[in-house]
């Protein structure tokens, strides 16, 4: 599965700024990576998984702004059509999971 969020969160004064910029460094901190601007994506071994992670976005939702949270299936969004420059881009490949004993 992959857990997509989708943000537009204002930044006309210096606190609003910092309350976007926490909201990005947490989005790192828990394993996304900027799919766009103001779009990052995160893959999960499961359903259960991306719950985890979609609830732990919650948590740390700005006070301003609007959030979007999407999960899809790793068939849907291989299915997703890239560009860039007008030249097709593969879609990023799932992300590598270490197990540990």
């Not at 606190?15 to 601007?37: N, P, T």
């Not at 999960?44 to 719950?51: F, H, Y």
Request: glycine residues 4%.
């Amino acid at each position: 599965m992959w857990v997509l969020v989708f943000f537009d969160l204002p930044t006309d004064t210096k606190k609003e700024r910092k309350a976007a910029s926490d909201f990005r460094k947490k989005l790192i901190a828990d394993g996304f990576v900027m799919f766009q601007f103001s779009m990052y994506m995160r893959h999960c071994l499961s359903s259960e998984n991306a719950a985890v992670h979609i609830k732990r976005v919650k948590s740390f939702l700005p006070p301003l702004g609007h959030v979007a949270i999407l999960c899809v299936t790793d068939k849907q969004f291989g299915a997703m059509e890239l560009f860039f420059e007008k030249k097709v881009k593969p879609a990023p490949s799932e992300g590598i999971q270490l197990e540990l004993f």
